[in-house]
């Protein structure tokens, strides 16, 4: 069982940058795979990036070159900096684990096991 307690996220203008921080309550291991996932209303929730557990990253086309995934060594904390954030990026933010390696379409929602609780994150134009 893993408990992950986020933190971050906020309110930002358009252009701005925020870091979301994620904490795992235990070591994850190495086949271990990490994740972002977003979801504005009335939309489905979105895989945004993920860090597998060969430390291989993946990003949506809606966030590359502006979002970045990283993990520390122990692999207990997930962090994602987001850079020229833009008002469609508004969602709730969602940190994510499954005890797979590796996955043939890893960023949906249904291969994850644990969430975090949440963080609202909202740009304005």
């Known amino acids: 069982l893993i408990d992950l307690v986020q933190s971050g996220g906020g309110s930002v203008q358009a252009g701005g940058s925020l870091t979301l921080s994620c904490q795992a309550s235990?070591?994850?291991?190495?086949?271990?795979?990490m994740a972002w996932f977003r979801q504005a209303p009335g939309r489905d929730r979105e895989g945004i990036a993920l860090i597998d557990g060969r430390r291989n990253l993946i990003y949506a086309d809606s966030v590359r070159g502006r979002f970045t995934i990283f993990q520390d060594n122990d692999r207990t904390n997930l962090s994602l900096r987001m850079n020229s954030l833009k008002p469609e990026d508004t969602a709730m933010y969602y940190c994510?684990?499954?005890?797979?390696?590796?996955?043939?379409?890893?960023?949906?929602?249904?291969?994850?096991?644990?969430w975090g609780q949440g963080a609202q994150v909202t740009v304005s134009s």
């Open positions: 994510a684990a499954a005890l797979w390696a590796t996955a043939p379409d890893p960023l949906q929602a249904r291969e994850f096991m644990y």
């Open positions: 235990a070591r994850t291991r190495n086949h271990y795979s």
